[in-house]
């Protein structure tokens, strides 16, 4: 069965700090990789996606993900975060064929001290 | 133009009772999925609905059943709750296509006593 794995379940970072989340997916065919970030009580928004392509996606708030295929794997990064960062991170995939079933990781906490 | 949004908000059930929850999708989206999200499983998918149809459908026990109108709004029953069902409910609309990002709605808390 599909499945995704976030290795990291609670990260805690001083702001300026580099942060990269961990990714990986079973599934061996085509996929559609995503992000979604849930910031305290607001619903799931999503960060940036993967389709094809560049394998190196930009999203929002400075945010990227690399899609390493050999590695089944699409990392989060940023640069330099900032408390506003302060959020629950899910990586999620689906199958390239229309199908819109979402399989999550089980989520990153992200707690970034001021 | 508008979000996802769901109705209710809050729920609270006793165990045997039923619930329907609603969702209207993005206007102009066609597709309808559904996810249960609870702290020990995380997010799990429960079924899609597109254009009336059901064309995915999760591991979960038949209770748990949907259906889509021609608007494309949707709704969710549970029949006969258990003290497990307590869970946040987010439906999430798209176009329905491939390469299609699922936007989420805020969500239905469920409190199962």
């Known amino acids: 069965a599909q499945s995704v794995s976030q290795h990291n379940h609670h990260v805690i970072l001083s702001e300026a700090a580099s942060l990269e989340l961990g990714c990986n997916y079973s599934y061996g065919g085509t996929v559609n990789l995503f992000w979604y970030v849930q910031y305290p009580g607001q619903h799931l928004q999503l960060l940036l996606k993967y389709f094809s392509g560049d394998p190196l996606v930009k999203g929002i708030k400075g945010f990227e993900a690399e899609f390493i295929k050999s590695k089944f794997s699409f990392n989060l990064r940023k640069p330099s975060v900032q408390w506003s960062d302060t959020a629950e991170y899910f990586c999620a995939v689906n199958k390239g064929w229309g199908a819109q079933k979402l399989v999550f990781g089980q989520g990153t906490r992200l707690t970034i001290n001021p | 133009k508008a979000g996802v949004t769901q109705t209710p908000r809050y729920l609270i059930k006793t165990r045997g009772q039923q619930v329907t929850l609603s969702c209207s999708p993005i206007s102009g989206h066609r597709s309808v999925s559904w996810y249960q999200q609870t702290p020990g499983q995380g997010l799990q998918f429960l079924f899609e609905y597109f254009s009336e149809t059901q064309r995915n459908k999760g591991n979960f026990p038949g209770r748990f059943s949907g259906r889509q109108f021609s608007n494309s709004r949707s709704e969710m029953n549970v029949s006969t709750l258990e003290l497990g069902d307590s869970a946040l409910y987010l439906c999430?609309?798209?176009?329905?296509?491939?390469?299609?990002?699922?936007?989420f709605g805020p969500g239905t808390r469920l409190l199962v006593l």
């Open positions: 999430a609309s798209s176009a329905g296509t491939d390469q299609e990002t699922q936007y």
